[in-house]
């Protein structure tokens, strides 16, 4: 079980953010922490969120809690239980040795950096490797599958130590595109990935809870689905630790499907249809179009999905077995 031990805190790297231009990255970096609070303050953890070039700082001594919070947020790639230290050989050698106490068998030191510094990230990593071997005579290196991995991350002047790294759900922070208004059918579990997805790539996504069986437009007479009796209350509760908005009925005007996606000024509507089934729903909407009605996006997450993509993708959502370990640097 992890305890709190001095120094500790979480190391969170992003991914698709840093590719983004400086002011668009700064963006969403800030949807990222903003995201990253609200949850914490939702599910009562405490703890301090900092930010630095590339990577996030979480100081909290509720672990287990951050940890969820991690797991549930888009953006964030990977995360470590780390022990932070200064750049100093000395006192970097010592956090090398003492998390090092109790391995055996093989281990080898992954070291990278950024700043400037009197030594270069291999020497580090040779000074670190050295010093555990002098302490702890059961270990042999092995740099090709090492059986323990010390990573090491040293920034300006800062370094930052662990054992082992998370895999996150990646993608975009929320809110960093548009809003999208979900319409359940087929099934509970469809229309939730469906929704995962487009989180995933950072819509904030609300789900209709009007009547099923279709919503008439008196702009254009067409008939729009509007669902096929699956619970909008089940699919919310499926995604509502992933950040969705909540379920939408109607805003007032009578106006139903349409109407909403029009007076709330939806940027979508998304639909969890499989391939053969889009045809029919993109029809419907386009003859909206002509007649005057909202003019969105009309989106299909699942159509042509690869298996394995969509595998994964529900091993996140019911959280089947445990989160995987990165591996390499």
Not at 97 to 105: F, I
Not at 180 to 195: H, M, N, Q, Y
Not at 227 to 249: C, H, N, Q, T, Y
Request: aromatic share 10%; net charge positive.
């Amino acid at each position: 079980m992890t305890q709190v031990l001095a120094g500790r805190m979480f190391l969170v790297k992003y991914g698709e953010v840093s590719l983004k231009s400086k002011r668009v990255r700064q963006q969403f970096v800030n949807a990222l922490v903003g995201d990253i609070k609200r949850k914490m303050v939702r599910w009562g953890v405490e703890g301090r969120v900092e930010v630095e070039w590339g990577a996030l700082r979480i100081y909290t001594e509720n672990p287990v809690g951050v940890e969820n919070v991690l797991r549930h947020t888009f953006g964030v790639v990977s995360y470590a239980w780390a022990v932070e230290s200064t750049s100093n050989p000395r006192d970097m050698e010592k956090i090398a040795v003492s998390l090092a106490g109790d391995w055996e068998g093989s281990f080898a030191v992954r070291c990278k950096r950024s700043g400037t510094h009197p030594y270069t990230s291999q020497e580090m990593a040779a000074f670190l490797g050295e010093k555990i071997l002098d302490s702890n005579p059961r270990l042999r290196v092995d740099l090709r599958s090492p059986e323990n991995i010390l990573w090491v991350e040293i920034r300006g002047g800062r370094s930052y130590f662990y054992t082992e790294k998370k895999e996150g759900p990646g993608g975009l922070p929320l809110g960093t595109e548009g809003r999208v208004l979900l319409i359940p059918d087929g099934s509970v579990e469809d229309t939730v990935l469906a929704g995962w997805f487009l989180m995933r790539r950072g819509a904030n996504v609300h789900i209709w809870g009007g009547e099923s069986g279709g919503v008439s437009s008196s702009e254009s007479g067409s008939k729009v689905d509007a669902g096929s009796g699956v619970s909008p209350k089940d699919v919310f509760a499926a995604l509502e630790k992933w950040g969705a908005r909540g379920v939408i009925s109607d805003d007032c005007s009578g106006g139903g499907l349409v109407g909403v996606v029009k007076n709330k000024r939806f940027n979508g509507v998304a639909y969890p249809a499989r391939l053969g089934a889009v045809k029919e729903q993109k029809r419907m909407w386009v003859d909206l179009w002509k007649g005057g009605g909202p003019w969105v996006a009309v989106l299909f997450p699942l159509a042509g999905l690869p298996a394995v993509v969509e595998e994964k993708a529900r091993e996140w959502i019911w959280e089947k077995g445990p989160r995987r370990s990165v591996s390499g640097q």
